[in-house]
C-alpha cells in the first residue's frame, strides 16, 4: 500500500506494450465469447471469421498471439499457421481444435505452435499458456501494474454493482471523472487519499479496494 501512496493523482503509470491477440474462427460465438474474456483480462482483441486473409492481417497488425481454430471451412488452421510462419516467424500461436489427433498435434508444434488445446477449452488452461506467452515475450505487467489493474477492475465493478456512473461517482468522491477513469482503466495510480474518497463514495471498506490480493 505504500507504494500506492508515493505516487500523485494525476502521475501516469508506466506504460507496458499491451498484448495484441488474433482470434481466427469461424465459429462468431466462439470469437465474440474469446474476445470479452481476453478483453477483460486486459488483452488488445480482434477476431477474424475468414481465415483466407490471416496474411493481410498479421503483416499489418502486429501482433503477439494467434490462436487458431484447427477445422475451418475454407482454410483449416494448419495451412493458415504454414502461411503465417512463412511472413512470421516470431508470433506465437495457440492451435484449439474440436478434433485433435496426434498427426495434427505433432504438425502443430513442427510450425511451433506454443499450445494445442482441446475445445471446449479450460479456461484457466487457456490463461495459463497466455500468461507464458507474454512472460516469454517480455511484455507480463509488474508487480505494480497488476495492483493498479486489481484496483481498477474492483472499482469498476463496485460502482456498477451500484449503478452509479463515473459522473455520479465523482460528485460522491470529489474527484474528478477523468482521474476516477483513469483508475478504472489502471492508467494513473492514486494516493491513499483518493482510495479513501473512492471507498467512501461506494460504501465500501478502503481494502476492499484490493480485491483479493
Not at 474528478?176 to 479513501?196: C, G, K, M, T
Amino acid at each position: 500500500m505504500e507504494t500506492t501512496a508515493a505516487h500523485s493523482d494525476k502521475q501516469p503509470l508506466p506504460s507496458a506494450p499491451q498484448v495484441k491477440v488474433l482470434i481466427v474462427d469461424d465459429d462468431r460465438a466462439i470469437c465474440d465469447y474469446m474476445e470479452t474474456l481476453l478483453e477483460s483480462d486486459g488483452y488488445q482483441v480482434k477476431t477474424l471469421n475468414d481465415p483466407s486473409t490471416i496474411e493481410e492481417e498479421v503483416k499489418s497488425g502486429g501482433y503477439h498471439l494467434l490462436v487458431l481454430d484447427l477445422m475451418m471451412p475454407k482454410m483449416d488452421g494448419l495451412e493458415a499457421l504454414r502461411r503465417v510462419r512463412k511472413i512470421d516467424s516470431d508470433v506465437a500461436v495457440i492451435i484449439f481444435t474440436g478434433y485433435p489427433t496426434v498427426e495434427s498435434a505433432q504438425e502443430s508444434m513442427r510450425l511451433d505452435a506454443v499450445r494445442y488445446l482441446k475445445k471446449p477449452f479450460n479456461v484457466d488452461e487457456f490463461r495459463e499458456a497466455l500468461e507464458n506467452v507474454i512472460r516469454k515475450k517480455g511484455l507480463a505487467r509488474t508487480p505494480e501494474e497488476k495492483l493498479h489493474k486489481v484496483i481498477g477492475d474492483t472499482v469498476r465493478t463496485l460502482r456498477k454493482d451500484k449503478d452509479l456512473t463515473l459522473k455520479q461517482m465523482a460528485k460522491r468522491s470529489n474527484l474528478s471523472v477523468s482521474l476516477l477513469s483513469q483508475i478504472e482503466r489502471a492508467e494513473s495510480s492514486a494516493s491513499i487519499s483518493s482510495l479513501y474518497k473512492i471507498a467512501q463514495s461506494l460504501d465500501a471498506r478502503l481494502h476492499d479496494l484490493f480485491g483479493e490480493m
